[in-house]
């Protein structure tokens, strides 16, 4: 089966650092998405591509976060500089335009101490 | 506002019984919605989807959904769970149909517990 890469699996950083997360989509996939996970606010979505494009990212901060898709195989998320409430499990996600049900990757758990 | 709501954060069954994890959302237009799963340190799995025609949507594991307009619901059942269903699952609707402009938006989540 197809499926998302997301890496690293688990990042543990200091406060202050800054943290890349990469994600492979599936090929031919041309819709990527950046969603935070977390215990007291769920899902949330941070940013989303379409064709590479960012077409959405009202809901990551602008001033530690961003989001960039140098290639159709490539997704990254930075944050800098990381802060302790950003602690939180970030998935990525692909899908297609034509084909609603977008596969998630394992996600990437971070920890800022 | 457009939101989607799951009433229940957990919800315990024993072994072979039937289970329904509820849920509804807000929108003044046509959606499409999804239930997806999550188990343990683990990403989002794609349970079933609606986007139009029968009301009624059988996916993978044996779950199934029925989409109710009237209601604003889409429910998620089993006849029978297994201890392999435990899991946290998701309902999500992607409020931008007419426009093309997909976006997600997630319940938050039942834990289904099933115990022997």
């Known amino acids: 089966d197809a499926r998302v890469t997301q890496t690293p699996r688990h990042k543990v950083t200091e406060m202050g650092q800054e943290v890349t997360m990469r994600c492979q989509p599936i090929l031919g996939h041309n819709t990527v998405f950046w969603y935070r996970q977390t215990m007291m606010q769920g899902l949330e979505l941070l940013a989303y591509f379409r064709n590479r494009a960012p077409l959405d990212d009202s809901g990551m901060p602008k001033d530690r976060f961003s989001a960039e898709m140098p290639d159709a195989t490539l997704a990254t998320l930075k944050i800098q500089p990381s802060e302790p409430r950003d602690s939180a499990v970030y998935f990525c996600?692909?899908?297609?335009?034509?084909?609603?049900?977008?596969?998630f990757g394992s996600g990437t758990r971070l920890t800022v101490v | 506002a457009q939101s989607v709501t799951q009433l229940d954060s957990q919800v315990p069954v024993f072994e072979e019984a039937p289970v329904e994890l509820r849920c509804n959302y807000s929108?003044?237009?046509?959606?499409?919605l999804f239930w997806y799963v999550q188990y343990p340190n683990q990403g989002l799995q794609l349970l079933l989807k609606y986007l139009s025609g029968s009301t009624l949507v059988k996916g993978i594991n044996g779950f199934e959904a029925e989409f109710n307009k009237s209601q604003t619901s889409f429910h998620l059942r089993k006849p029978s769970v297994h201890i392999s269903d435990t899991a946290e699952y998701f309902c999500a609707a992607d409020f931008g149909r007419h426009t093309g402009f997909q976006k997600l938006v997630f319940g938050t989540g039942t834990r289904l517990l099933v115990s022997p």
């Open positions: 929108s003044s237009v046509s959606v499409y």
């Open positions: 996600a692909s899908g297609t335009t034509e084909n609603y049900g977008y596969t």
